[in-house]
Nanobody, 124 residues
Framework: QVQLVESGGGLVQPGGSLRLSCAAS????????MGWYRQAPGKERELVAT???????NYADSVKGRFTITRDNAKNTVYLQMNSLKPEDTAVYYC??????????????????WGPGTLVTVSS
């Protein structure tokens, strides 16, 4: 079983910054990719940023140049530094990870796990 826990959300004024964190725990053997998605009210969940083990990153066009995804492989933690925030960045932000786990001698995965989400509100 894998658990992802996000933190760092909150209320920030336009132009401000926030840093989200997401830590994965459980019987984890490896994580091939970690990333962030978001879902605004009345909209579908969308990709924000992903980072694979080799370091390759991918960003949504709407956040390029403002958001930075980093990862601490030793801690199974991914971060999202969000700068120059805009009201349209308001959403629930979800962390995910593509994980391989092990129970005794049996390996499972890789499969995608999701965190419960953290709310980011950008408003004056």
């Amino acid at each position: 079983q894998v658990q992802l826990v996000e933190s760092g959300g909150g209320l920030v004024q336009p132009g401000g910054s926030l840093r989200l964190s997401c830590a994965a725990s459980g019987n984890i053997v490896s994580i091939t990719s970690m990333g962030w998605y978001r879902q605004a009210p009345g909209k579908e969940r969308e990709l924000v940023a992903t980072r694979i083990s080799g370091g390759t990153t991918n960003y949504a066009d709407s956040v390029k140049g403002r958001f930075t995804i980093t990862r601490d492989n030793a801690k199974n933690t991914v971060y999202l530094q969000m700068n120059s925030l805009k009201p349209e960045d308001t959403a629930v932000y979800y962390c995910n990870a593509d994980v391989t786990t092990r129970l005794d001698s049996t390996y499972f995965g890789p499969f995608r796990s999701w965190g419960p989400g953290t709310l980011v509100t950008v408003s004056s």
